[in-house]
């Protein structure tokens, strides 16, 4: 499987506003302390609580056309 990952032209990448004074922005999850049995990850970089989402991929979605969601991990 080939994945794609095109950032947005005149944005300076697809990530906006998370984390920027990072050089990278990386996050490690332990499966087994997650809280909660399903824990959805923000893949749109909208997320007010990133790196969990939020739903803003839904207003993100609504205004450019895309089709972004979460990355659902289980516990
Ligand atoms: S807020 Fe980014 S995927 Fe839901």
New binding site residues.
């Given amino acids: 499987m080939v994945v794609a990952v095109r950032a947005e032209a005149g944005v300076g990448g697809i990530n906006p506003s998370i984390r920027k004074e990072e050089e990278k922005v990386v996050d490690t999850v332990l499966a087994g302390e997650l809280s909660k049995p399903l824990t ?11 790196p ?7 207003k ?1 979605n609504k205004a450019t056309g895309d089709n ?4 659902l991990v289980k516990k």
């Fill in positions: 959805p990850y923000c893949r749109c970089w909208r997320s007010g609580t990133f969990l989402c939020d739903g803003s991929h839904v993100h972004v969601g979460p990355l």
